[in-house]
């Protein structure tokens, strides 16, 4: 099983290296990267993310953070890294890694490293954050990476994600057709809605919103005879409605094809 798993992360580190997709992978990035990036651009869901994942963060001066799965770095990466007391990214990519040791070289308390967050390998713990931005749903096992996560956050320590998922119906059909065809796909687990019980169970969800939800069907608005003003309209107040909504209704919040969750570590007490 080991080994098995080594070879996977070997693959994984292949493909993010050079990206070599296959014909029907090349196809789901088209459209997802397509027609979905151009929707999140229009009506700014990238930065309202980020923006959410800034203010959960909140101060981390005197904090030790581990950025998992950090790539070259992520929109939030120099800010962790240069007001906290000690900043790790780790990622399976050495050329990922070299790249953000570059950026970080004049930041004496912040390093990253080509590490296997589940090994043995990867020795630190305690950390204050763990910030994963679409990284989560990488894990195939879930109770094993809960485990993990739980031995490696500090008292009170506070986990958030990114990820995407197959909790509404449509995406989960789009998704399971797709599967048998998909070059990633064994490093590739978007959460289910079973996933996202295991999360709440092992860890206090402090806050959670959704993207795309409603708002995911926005592209049917070509169809009508109106103006790309008012679809564009429409599509913000649809993506409003999931991210406010998403943090109360649960149904709301499986319709979304991209999550956030907040969480923070369970007291032992």
């Known amino acids: 099983m080991e080994r098995k798993q080594e070879e996977i992360n070997r693959r994984q580190k292949?493909?993010?290296?050079?990206?070599?997709?296959?014909?029907?992978?090349?196809?789901?990035?088209?459209?997802?990267?397509?027609?979905?990036?151009?929707?999140?651009?229009?009506?700014?869901?990238?930065?309202?993310?980020?923006?959410?994942?800034?203010?959960?963060?909140?101060?981390?001066k005197g904090k030790k953070v581990l950025d998992l799965g950090c790539f070259q770095g992520n929109s939030l990466s120099m800010y962790l890294a240069q007001n906290a007391s000690e900043y790790i990214g780790i990622d399976l990519s050495e050329k990922?890694?070299?790249?953000?040791?570059?950026?970080?070289?004049?930041?004496?308390?912040?390093?990253?490293?080509?590490?296997?967050?589940?090994?043995?390998?990867?020795k630190e713990k305690d950390f204050d954050l763990i910030y994963a931005y679409a990284v989560l749903h990488h894990f195939k096992d879930v109770d094993e990476l809960i485990s993990k996560l739980n031995e490696k956050l500090a008292p009170d320590g506070k986990i958030i994600s990114y990820d995407p998922t197959t909790t509404s119906k449509p995406i989960w059909l789009i998704r399971k057709l797709y599967r048998p065809f998909?070059?990633?796909?064994?490093?590739?687990?978007?959460?289910?809605?079973?996933?996202?019980?295991?999360?709440?169970?092992?860890?206090?969800?402090?806050?959670?919103?959704?993207?795309?939800?409603?708002?995911?069907?926005?592209?049917?608005?070509?169809?009508?005879?109106?103006?790309?003003?008012?679809?564009?309209?429409?599509?913000?107040?649809?993506h409003e409605e999931d991210w406010e909504k998403s943090r109360k209704s649960k149904n709301r919040f499986l319709e979304c094809m991209q999550v956030s969750l907040f969480m923070e570590k369970k007291s032992d007490r």
Request: charged share 25%.
């Open 96 to 122: 990922a890694v070299e790249h953000l040791n570059g950026r970080l070289k004049d930041i004496s308390t912040a390093n990253a490293y080509a590490v296997d967050f589940l090994s043995d390998e990867f």
């Open 182 to 238: 998909q070059s990633d796909k064994d490093w590739e687990w978007p959460f289910t809605a079973k996933t996202i019980s295991k999360f709440e169970n092992a860890f206090r969800v402090i806050d959670r919103r959704g993207t795309l939800g409603k708002s995911k069907w926005f592209f049917l608005l070509n169809f009508l005879p109106i103006s790309e003003g008012k679809r564009i309209g429409k599509g913000k107040k649809w």
């Open 14 to 60: 292949e493909f993010y290296h050079n990206f070599q997709k296959n014909f029907a992978t090349k196809i789901w990035y088209s459209l997802r990267n397509g027609i979905l990036t151009k929707f999140r651009k229009s009506v700014g869901i990238e930065s309202v993310v980020v923006q959410q994942h800034y203010e959960w963060i909140g101060d981390v």
